[in-house]
């Protein structure tokens, strides 16, 4: 019996280290990816002169995407509701032309050296919006499978003061996909988290989405990888104003997918969604004594104030 204890406890002493060690190197790995992505921000930002009105910037986490990336940004308007639009294209670790491709077009370029995953692409993206000034920032993929003569849909609500935050839906719209196992899982996920975070939407793998700048100043996201549900759990934490418009998803113009196969998505969006909505209420009920509900708005408001959005006349 005393032998048994000992291995058990041997056991558990084994595990604890173990799960030290990888939480010492997860921090590790979370302080480089956020000097990476500072840099890719400060670098862009030495290339560019930010417009003196509010603007609509589109965001685009590319890795090696030259195949399309040059004709869906030929492809995006100059203006969208009289607002300016300025798209911010991050190349994520490309081995191919990409960023050339895309400062070509027209694009500001922000670059990582290494592959740190969409949702990382998509924090630097933002932040660079941010810091230039914009009063919307949209979202959408390299790869042409968003329509970019729809870019005005998903900015109405928000120049028309009904929405903070604008998601596409392909099951409102179209989807030149549909009726994969891949379809069936996204109506799961949606359901999800229409429970989780107390909303109602039909699409929350998406990508294809506008974002007021002030709410998304507010929101705090930590995911490098399947980060579309954390974008939504938080947008629904910090209580902005969710509305869904119908969107048209097509197939690839050109390339591959870079989702992981098999069951590496899935089990990697499930556990997004769980960490994304397991911050969102430690945040707003902590379980310290003499906690108490906290402000949505946490510190990162104080960041600054984006510009005043007002409808075009």
């Known amino acids: 019996m005393?032998?048994?204890?000992?291995?058990?406890?041997?056991?558990?002493?084994?595990?604890?280290?173990?799960?030290?060690?990888?939480?010492?190197?997860?921090?590790?790995?979370?302080?480089?990816?956020q000097a990476e992505r500072d840099t890719a921000v400060e670098n862009a930002l030495l290339e560019t002169r930010p417009p003196d009105?509010?603007?609509?910037?589109?965001?685009?986490?590319?890795?090696?995407?030259?195949?399309?990336?040059?004709?869906?940004?030929?492809?995006?308007?100059?203006?969208?509701?009289?607002?300016?639009?300025?798209?911010?294209?991050?190349?994520?670790?490309?081995?191919?032309?990409?960023?050339?491709?895309?400062?070509?077009?027209?694009?500001?370029?922000?670059?990582?050296?290494?592959?740190?995953?969409?949702?990382?692409?998509?924090?630097?993206?933002?932040?660079?919006?941010?810091?230039?000034?914009?009063?919307?920032v949209v979202t959408m993929d390299a790869d042409g499978q968003h329509d970019p003569a729809q870019l005005a849909d998903l900015l109405a609500p928000i120049v028309g003061d009904r929405a903070d935050y604008v998601q596409g839906s392909r099951f409102l719209g179209r989807y030149d996909d549909s009726g994969?196992?891949?379809?069936?899982?996204?109506?799961?996920?949606?359901?999800?988290?229409?429970?989780?975070?107390?909303?109602?939407?039909t699409d929350c793998t998406n990508g294809f989405r506008a974002i007021r700048a002030s709410g998304l100043r507010r929101m705090r996201l930590v995911e490098d990888r399947f980060s579309a549900s954390e974008i939504l759990i938080e947008a629904a934490a910090r209580d902005l104003r969710i509305l869904e418009v119908p969107v048209h998803i097509r197939s690839r113009d050109a390339g591959v997918s870079k989702k992981p196969g098999g069951l590496r998505y899935p089990l990697g969006y499930l556990g997004a969604i769980m960490r994304s909505w397991a911050r969102a209420t430690l945040r707003r009920y902590p379980s310290r004594p003499g906690g108490h509900r906290s402000d949505p708005t946490g510190t990162d408001a104080a960041a600054g104030d984006a510009p005043e959005l007002t409808a075009a006349g």
Not at 13 to 24: D, L
Request: net charge positive; aromatic share 2%; no cysteine.
């Open 2 to 33: 005393g032998r048994r204890v000992n291995l058990v406890g041997v056991a558990a002493a084994v595990a604890a280290t173990g799960q030290v060690k990888r939480a010492r190197a997860g921090a590790a790995r979370r302080r480089l990816a």
């Open 180 to 201: 994969s196992s891949r379809h069936a899982g996204i109506k799961a996920f949606t359901a999800l988290i229409n429970v989780l975070a107390g909303i109602r939407i």
């Open 53 to 136: 009105r509010p603007f609509v910037a589109i965001v685009m986490s590319a890795l090696n995407e030259q195949d399309s990336i040059a004709s869906v940004l030929h492809a995006l308007p100059g203006s969208l509701s009289g607002l300016a639009v300025r798209t911010l294209v991050v190349d994520d670790g490309s081995t191919d032309d990409t960023a050339a491709l895309a400062r070509q077009a027209g694009a500001v370029v922000a670059r990582h050296r290494r592959n740190l995953g969409q949702g990382d692409g998509l924090r630097t993206g933002f932040a660079l919006a941010l810091e230039m000034g914009a009063a919307v």
